[in-house]
């Protein structure tokens, strides 16, 4: 898939895949959704309502209330891609997203995918 349409991909047509992949590994959508919220700003109902719109990536991050800035501490190979050297905006924070789904995924604690 082109980085156009990845970006222009909704987010709801992705996020069942971040929460079947966190229910594989014994998490929970909760934590997907927190996950969420603290890289973007949303709130839950408006997170709800961007996935209820269709709301495309672009779109998604581009109306974020805010940005967490501590999403710059967020590095490592995410589909074989180093996140941190990824140039493209949009695609580095569907990046960011993709690592901190993975490492939920794989067991870290919240504190530590939340940078906290």
Known sequence: MSKHRICSASVASVYPHYVAKAEKKGRTKAEVDEIIRWLTGYDARALDDQLAAGTSFEAFFEQAPRMNPSRALIT?????????EVSEPTMREIRYLDKLVDELAKGKAMAKILRA
């Open 76 to 84: 490592g190979v995410v589909c074989g891609v180093r996140v941190e």
